[in-house]
């Protein structure tokens, strides 16, 4: 399946990156350019909206937490939103389910990050 990726700015430091189909070792190149590009261009805040994905593999998860290094290191952070349950079995697994702040929905992501 072909993966999707769709962006958004919200206000000035927030990045709502959406995905759709598999983030796996063939498509994660894509996922990490889109991620660097809205931190790269003043987004301090990701929101990855994993609600569409039906498969994430390793190198996903680490496009993920470099990802989530990056963000941090500018004083941001990285919210992931409404994962499938296979998904979420797959963080838990990794225990990236404590690394990560995972939240139900978008709006409430983003309410997070203008709190911060």
Do not use: C, W
Request: a negative charge; zero cysteines.
């Amino acid at each position: 399946m072909e993966l999707g990726i769709h962006t958004e700015k919200r206000g000035d430091n927030i990045a709502v990156v959406s995905l759709s189909g598999e983030v796996d070792v063939y498509s994660s190149p894509r996922v990490r350019s889109a991620m660097l590009e809205q931190l790269d261009g003043g987004s301090r805040y990701l929101v990855m909206d994993l609600s569409k994905v039906d498969y994430l593999d390793s190198s996903g998860l680490g496009i993920l937490v470099a990802g989530l290094k990056r963000s941090r290191e500018n004083g941001g952070e990285v919210f992931l939103v409404n994962p499938k349950p296979r998904i979420q079995h797959v963080l838990e697994v990794t225990g990236l389910h404590n690394v990560f702040t995972i939240l139900k929905s978008v709006d409430e992501a983003v309410a997070r990050a203008e709190r911060n």
